[in-house]
C-alpha cells in the first residue's frame, strides 16, 4: 500500500505474480490501455497519481491484521487491511480475500 501511494508502479509489481499484476490491471485501470497505457507499472503510477492527499495518506497508514496460511498459500480478508483514515478496500472495489503465494521466501500478490 505504501508504495501505491508513492506511485512507485515498479515497486508495486515487483511483489506481485504474473497472475497479480494482471489482477491489478484489471481491478484498478483496465481502460488505461485504451490510451496507449499498458503493462503493471505504468497502470499503477498513473492511477496512484490521481489519488488525493488524503488517500494516499490512508494507504500509507494502512495495516494488515489476521492472515490466513496454508502452506505457500495465503488471504487476507480486506476487512483485515485498515488505516486510521478510512476503509482501504473501498478504494479497490474488492469483496473476495488477497491471495498470496509463497515464492522464494517472499510472500507475492496472486490476485485482488
Not at 483496465?30 to 488517500?55: D, M, S, Y
Not at 490512508?58 to 495465503?74: C, D, F, I, S, Y
Amino acid at each position: 500500500m505504501r508504495e501505491f501511494a508513492a506511485a512507485d508502479g515498479t515497486a508495486v509489481c515487483d511483489r506481485l505474480t504474473s497472475r497479480g499484476q494482471e489482477s491489478v490491471i484489471q481491478t484498478i485501470g483496465p481502460e488505461l490501455t485504451h490510451f496507449g497505457i499498458n503493462g503493471c507499472a505504468p497502470v499503477v503510477r498513473v492511477t496512484a497519481l490521481q489519488l488525493t492527499r488524503k488517500q494516499r495518506r490512508e494507504l500509507r497508514q494502512a495495516t494488515v491484521g489476521a492472515v490466513a496460511l496454508n502452506g505457500p498459500n495465503a488471504t487476507v480478508p480486506w476487512s483485515e487491511i485498515s488505516s486510521p483514515g478510512g476503509d482501504v478496500a473501498a478504494y479497490f472495489g474488492r469483496s473476495k480475500p488477497i491471495s498470496l503465494v509463497q515464492s522464494n521466501g517472499t510472500w507475492l500478490i496472486d490476485s485482488l
